[in-house]
């Protein structure tokens, strides 16, 4: 099985070089190199034209995120809400307010703190940085 294996081995490669020789021989041998050059080149310009996938931005833009937040906000701070309404309105101005306030630079404990007096003050603290920044208008305003 062995000798079988080697046998054809060796007669592939005596045609490689017969192939390669002959093409000395008649000088078609740059040619041989330039088409195999070409072939590597088309495969390569077919892969630089496939699409890369989309980048898509890590944060939302900026003008959603303050329509969120004027929207939020307004809601927010409106009376005679049950309390389940209230914790979820609560919760998701808490979350535009942290983004908000990531995107504006200011560093704010939003995340960090769980719901009571500490996180009411820190989200009055954080409207008021908002307020001066301009994503957020002023309590008159409203």
Same mark, same amino acid.
């Given at each position: 099985?062995?000798?079988?294996?080697?046998?054809?081995?060796?007669?592939?490669?005596?045609?490689?070089?017969?192939?390669?020789?002959?093409?000395?021989?008649? &000088?078609? !041998?740059? #040619?041989?190199?330039?088409?195999?050059? %070409? /072939?590597? @080149?088309?495969?390569? $310009?077919?892969?630089? +034209?496939?699409?890369?996938?989309?980048?898509?931005?890590?944060?939302?833009?900026?003008?959603?995120?303050?329509?969120?937040?004027?929207?939020?906000?307004?809601?927010?701070h409106r009376d005679d809400m049950r309390?389940?309404?209230?914790e979820g309105c609560r919760q998701a101005?808490? &979350?535009? !307010?942290? #983004?908000?306030?990531?995107?504006?630079? %200011? /560093?704010? @404990?939003?995340?960090? $703190?769980?719901?009571? +007096?500490?996180?009411?003050?820190?989200?009055?603290?954080?409207?008021?940085?908002?307020?001066?920044?301009?994503?957020?208008?002023?309590?008159?305003?409203?």
């Amino acid at each position: 099985m062995t000798g079988l294996l080697a046998t054809i081995a060796v007669l592939l490669l005596v045609a490689v070089v017969l192939r390669v020789a002959l093409a000395v021989l008649v &000088g078609e !041998l740059d #040619e041989w190199r330039t088409y195999r050059a %070409l /072939a590597r @080149l088309a495969r390569r $310009l077919r892969r630089r +034209r496939t699409p890369a996938a989309e980048e898509r931005p890590t944060r939302r833009p900026i003008e959603e995120v303050g329509a969120d937040l004027r929207r939020l906000n307004a809601s927010f701070h409106r009376d005679d809400m049950r309390f389940a309404k209230y914790e979820g309105c609560r919760q998701a101005y808490d &979350g535009v !307010l942290a #983004e908000a306030a990531d995107m504006a630079g %200011l /560093a704010h @404990l939003m995340e960090v $703190l769980p719901p009571g +007096r500490e996180l009411d003050r820190e989200r009055q603290r954080v409207e008021m940085l908002l307020q001066h920044h301009g994503l957020l208008p002023p309590p008159y305003a409203a």
